[in-house]
């Protein structure tokens, strides 16, 4: 039970709350569900600003005082100023990736407008289904906290005894159990509802990661801290969350995740599901599930890149020279940090900008130089000597003209061809169904190349050989590179 305390403090400070109460509630929120909550949670900052500019031109909004939103101001103004609200107060967050800024929607956001579905009035309350899964709950954490071995054997035995009454009533012709129409709708929807909670669990986890990563920047501008203090720090607070519960459930839900057998059979059983939905005719407005395997991948994949980014500020703290000859300059940075990093725990936008020169004078050392002075004329006295050989025996020239181009669109298409059929592959796959590599480590390193535009997750733990020189039997081993469609 949540004390009183707590309760006020999420009250007081929770960005869930907040959203809830701020005066332009249902136009924020009518925008978040609009723009994040369909196969897109992730925005580009200039697709997110035209289409807020478009919606609050639809809704004619002409000012608001909570975001600094005037009369005259164009639509444009007005979205550049509620995105900024938003993400000040945390209910967006943003991320830099490949020189382009993307936005989502923050767990706090996310959790906000799932209550909010849940308060809908449903047709039916699936009492029924609901005190089932308490009841297997109740049973499954009773087995699995005893550590008596004759009453598991007890246990396991009744199962035992259970599914083989089942299959004899089967073999004597006995009608199948299945569920009715009401049951599986109702089912269907709480699988819909849990899996959805599970995306913002992961969101949890990875803000927690980018809260560490805020704190060791707070720490760094700090100059009375030492590397020691700044890296004690940083390995506590990453202990205390692998520890953690969520930490330890978080860690081994991604290892199941990453198994290849459960994704195989998670996309048979998914596939199986709708179609039976289907051939009983009832609807299934919410196709969330047939998704979730890519997102969960996406989440995961942003829980581990919020781990690298840490990672690299560590590194950069780690490497950097002590002993500066700019010590004035490396004092006056480090005031400037720390000036930042009070401002950014106000919430405070401050009013500082940096001039720099516009009028620059470029000079090229190698330009060539007016002058009146007339260039002096070479005069060559002897010839070249022929060369021996036949220009057409050269090897380099035979190289530089080596008609073996790498054709990196040919290579994408063999692994969109593969795709198609399959959910996922792996590189290997790819490779061994055209025949192996023909054009040795160039052709391989073209595929290294293309995999980029795909989504794709390396498995350390297993190596693949592939060969590269059939001629001269050369290979190299490479960790499992698995493709998803």
Do not use: C
Request: charged fraction near 35%; hydrophobic fraction near 35%; avoid cysteine.
């Amino acid at each position: 039970m949540i004390e009183p305390d707590e309760m006020i403090e999420i009250l007081s400070n929770s960005p869930s709350v907040e959203l809830l109460r701020i005066r332009q509630r249902d136009l924020t929120i009518e925008f978040f569900i609009r723009e994040f909550k369909g196969e897109e949670t992730i925005i580009t900052s200039d697709k997110l600003h035209a289409d807020l500019s478009d919606f609050l031109e639809y809704k004619n909004v002409q000012d608001d005082e909570e975001s600094d939103i005037k009369v005259f101001d164009t639509f444009e103004e007005k979205a550049k100023k509620y995105i900024k609200n938003w993400t000040s107060k945390g209910f967006l967050t943003n991320y830099s990736e490949n020189d382009e800024i993307y936005f989502e929607l923050t767990s706090h956001t996310n959790k906000t407008i799932d209550w909010l579905s849940s308060l809908k009035k449903k047709e039916f309350v699936g009492a029924e289904s609901k005190f089932k899964d308490i009841f297997n709950q109740l049973k499954e954490l009773v087995e699995y906290t005893n550590e008596d071995i004759e009453k598991r054997i007890e246990i396991l035995t009744s199962k035992k005894l259970e599914i083989e009454h089942q299959i004899q009533q089967l073999q004597f012709g006995e009608d199948v159990n299945v569920f009715e129409d009401y049951q599986i709708i109702e089912k269907f929807n709480n699988l819909n509802q849990s899996a959805k909670e599970l995306l913002s669990d992961f969101k949890e986890v990875e803000d927690n990661f980018k809260n560490i990563t805020k704190e060791i920047y707070h720490k760094h501008s700090d100059s009375s801290l030492t590397k020691s203090d700044i890296l004690g720090f940083t390995f506590d607070a990453l202990d205390e969350l692998k520890d953690s519960h969520q930490g330890k459930s978080f860690y081994a839900f991604w290892r199941f995740l990453m198994d290849r057998g459960l994704q195989e059979q998670w996309q048979s059983l998914t596939l199986e599901l709708f179609e039976t939905l289907s051939q009983k005719s009832i609807e299934s407005k919410d196709s969330f599930l047939k998704g979730m395997k890519n997102h969960l991948y996406n989440s995961g994949r942003k829980v581990t890149k919020a781990n690298d980014k840490m990672a690299q500020k560590l590194s950069r703290i780690i490497k950097d020279n002590q002993i500066s000859q700019k010590q004035i300059t490396d004092k006056l940075i480090q005031e400037i940090k720390s000036f930042l990093s009070e401002i950014s725990k106000l919430k405070i936008t401050p009013d500082l900008s940096i001039e720099l020169e516009d009028e620059l004078y470029l000079k090229i050392p190698f330009e060539k130089r007016l002058t009146h002075e007339q260039k002096e004329d070479i005069v060559y006295n002897s010839k070249p000597v022929l060369a021996d050989n036949n220009i057409y025996e050269s090897d380099q020239l035979n190289k530089i003209f080596d008609k073996d181009v790498i054709d990196k669109k040919e290579l994408s298409n063999r692994i969109k061809k593969a795709l198609d059929i399959n959910s996922q592959t792996t590189l290997f796959e790819v490779i061994e169904s055209n025949g192996g590599i023909d054009k040795g480590l160039p052709e391989l390193f073209g595929y290294f190349n293309v995999i980029k535009d795909f989504t794709h997750n390396f498995n350390p733990d297993k190596q693949q050989e592939i060969v590269f020189d059939t001629k001269n039997l050369k290979s190299i081993k490479i960790p499992e590179i698995i493709l998803l469609k």
